[in-house]
């Protein structure tokens, strides 16, 4: 399951690489929308301002298996977000 947690009201840059073709990192609640170049890595920034989860897919068609392309957004307190943390280094 492809989880990104982030804290809010906190920035946040995301750097997109991609090996193959082109993708599209899309998360349409909050209006955020970059596509990725193979070759390049490009920085994409937000703030989520509302708790939540949401969804993020690619908005490019990229292949075969473009319908799997999803993943979850989650926006947390920031004392939700440092447990999250915690438990995640604790399982590894």
Not at 24 to 53: C, N, W, Y
Not at 60 to 77: D, I, N, P
Request: with cysteine; hydrophobic share 45%; net charge positive.
């Amino acid at each position: 399951q492809n989880i990104i947690a982030v804290p809010v009201n906190r920035p946040v840059r995301v750097m997109l690489r991609t090996k193959d073709v082109t993708h599209s990192f899309f998360v349409p609640v909050l209006r955020v929308k970059q596509d990725t170049v193979p070759g390049l890595m490009i920085p994409i920034h937000f703030t989520a301002t509302q708790t939540g989860e949401y969804e993020v897919a690619c908005a490019e068609l990229c292949g075969m298996q473009h319908y799997k392309m999803r993943a979850r957004l989650l926006v947390m307190s920031a004392a939700d977000f440092e447990n999250w943390l915690k438990q995640r280094a604790s399982m590894q």
